[in-house]
């Protein structure tokens, strides 16, 4: 298929639906490169977006990028072509991640991902309180099939257990206010002057209240904890807590639950749902450890609920992360 299939604005929409992907700090550590004969988009890993402290190993970086691919999958469907993808295409190249290549036109329905596409531009991370009102178990089991889709599972854990899950979130929450580093490098991503325009990072009105309470561990950004800059309200009684695992933990296994947190992400949003993400306890290797099941391995846990929508967050242009040109691969 030539690239004259595939107009420059279509173009343009796909890579912009694949960096509204989510992130740690919001840092976007992707980059783009299409070969234009047969319009494959190859995701690499950026140097921008790489987090020394917070993600030594890169895992946070390729659950990103799996995120920003299934959102590239999902708009290529959604202007008529099938994608096909390919994770870790070149062993020689660690940094090339995925290429997703269109193919043949779509014929007949596009299934499960035709209302994804809209969803793609309103989902947001709220880190507001959410009322109490249960999630329906069929939403449940949607979102459990969502995960699966992509090889990944999504469970929905009983209340002890989601106690002990947001303990755990809660310690490293603590550790890291206690660690300079990450406490530096975490301040470096807070955009804190209104006036001051950045395409990454995090605005202050995204950084939402810290519970009232102290039932829920929301990330501290600021590292700091003042009352005065992030104030307190009561969240959610009994919050809603889904955990993302796979049943192995190999960069391939990061990249597809990357593209099954998204799905859930995207489902989510579509049924009326708003999310945030509860990441701490998955950057210390021994919480991450009692995160996880004794045959899976934890990527992720997820508050769900029913709230205010979160505010957007800046993107990097598109066309800023695109190279064009031919590849070996």
Known sequence: MRSTSFDAAVLEKCLSAAVAAPSVYNAQPWRFRLDPETVTFHVRAAS????????????????????CVLNLRIAMAHFGWEPVTRLLPSPEDPDLLASVRPTEPLTGPRGADAGLYEAIWRRHSSRFPF???????????????????????????????????????????????????????????????????????????????????????????????????????????????????????????????????????LVATARGLRASLLHQAMEWPDLRDSLSAPTEHAHMLVRLGYGPQGPATPRRAAHTLLDTGPTDT
């Open 48 to 67: 921008h977006g790489s987090l020394r402290y917070t993600d030594p190993e890169g895992r946070a970086l390729h659950l990103s990028v799996g995120a």
């Open 131 to 265: 009322s109490d009102r249960p999630i329906p178990p069929y939403l449940r089991l949607e979102l459990a099939a969502a995960a699966g889709a992509e090889g990944a599972r999504l469970g929905f854990p009983d209340a002890a257990e989601t106690a002990r899950l947001l303990s755990l979130t809660a310690q490293a929450e603590q550790r890291n206010r206690l660690d300079a580093d990450r406490m530096a490098e975490s301040r470096r991503w807070v955009r804190g002057d209104p006036y001051t325009s950045s395409d990454t990072g995090l605005p202050w009105v995204a950084l939402g209240p810290q519970d009232a309470r102290e039932r829920l561990p929301m990330r501290d950004f600021t590292a700091e904890r003042h009352p005065e800059r992030l104030a307190a309200r009561t969240f959610e009684t009994t919050p809603a807590i889904a955990r993302l695992t796979t049943a192995h933990d190999r960069r391939a296994d990061w990249l597809r639950a990357g593209q099954a947190l998204e799905r859930v992400l």
